[in-house]
């Protein structure tokens, strides 16, 4: 098995537009220095928080080729190369190995529905198509299916290009099943913000997050001090930030955390369609948290 050194908070990155929709690069390269100078230990871009679902193939390649130079080795950069069509996942996952990315992050197969045995397949025949580490992404409430524990199990033991998971199915026995299972070296990250101190605190190897774009200093001393063991510290962090976790997801991801970067300054509240602004009830819930944490 290739070893991917990572381990902590990693932040699944928003892409910043401009009022005519284009792509705001000075704002996306000021995220990424933000993230570097507040403790993040690694960036994920072109992921669901990143709306690439509404970004063009030219658009994917260019933040990705942007994010490695900006972060110029200082952490590991990982690109979402997920796709349905597994000829497609391979095309997207040469293109960002040959700008140099550290690893893909490959979702399951969504729409498709595929069987246990097509799933399998569809991974396999990604891991022998390129060379760089791969994350499996279980999602299944935005997929429709799931990467099952015999899967992944199977799939990180034949492969070693296959070196961690993404687990965001909500099932914190899920997160015990693989961590009793897994193989050697194997990482196991959090996709759930609310439930990742726990992983970690069972074995997990920290988060890839959606509030670490919101407080990055913050959500990388909790999954420090929960992967370290240090249940009394990982609780202060934990309870202070909770409701605002909670908030990340009283609409669907990236609108509440665009909003809550809009409202710190740090990016306009522009989003690609279908994604649309927040609703104002729920924009004055995120907000008035914020000010209570004193983020602004």
Do not use: W
């Not at 928003?14 to 990424?32: E, H």
């Amino acid at each position: 098995m290739q070893n991917l050194d990572l381990t902590g908070s990693i932040v699944a990155i928003v892409t910043p537009f401009k009022a005519n929709g284009d792509i705001d690069v000075d704002a996306f390269d000021k995220l990424i220095e933000f993230h570097l100078s507040n403790g993040t230990d690694g960036l994920v871009v072109c992921g669901t928080t990143g709306e690439t679902p509404a970004l063009s193939g030219d658009e994917d390649a260019f933040l990705i080729e942007r994010a490695v130079k900006q972060v110029g080795g200082r952490i590991p950069v990982i690109a979402g190369t997920g796709s349905n069509s597994t000829q497609e996942c391979i095309k997207y996952s040469r293109k960002a190995e040959a700008i140099g990315v550290d690893a893909v992050l490959v979702v399951g197969p969504y729409y498709n529905k595929p069987t246990e045995k097509g799933m399998y397949q569809h991974f396999a025949t990604v891991a022998e198509a390129i060379e760089v580490p791969i994350i499996l992404y279980n999602v299944p409430s935005r997929t429709g299916s799931k990467i099952s524990v015999d899967n992944t199990i199977k799939l990180a033991n034949n492969f070693k290009n296959i070196v961690a998971i993404k687990e965001a199915s909500g099932d914190l026995a899920l997160f015990a099943e693989l961590i009793a299972r897994k193989p050697e070296g194997f990482k196991i990250y959090s996709g759930d913000d609310f439930l990742a101190m726990s992983a970690n605190l069972m074995g997990a190897d920290g988060c890839i997050s959606v509030i670490a774009n919101v407080i990055p200093k913050e959500f990388a001393q909790l999954m420090k001090n929960s992967i370290e063991g240090n249940v009394n510290e990982s609780n202060e962090v934990f309870f202070k930030y909770r409701e605002l976790m909670d908030l990340m997801f009283i609409e669907s991801n990236p609108i509440p955390v665009k909003t809550a970067l809009s409202n710190m300054g740090l990016v306009d509240e522009e989003f690609r369609s279908p994604m649309c602004q927040m609703d104002d009830a729920n924009k004055q819930l995120l907000i008035n948290e914020m000010k209570s944490l004193g983020i602004s």
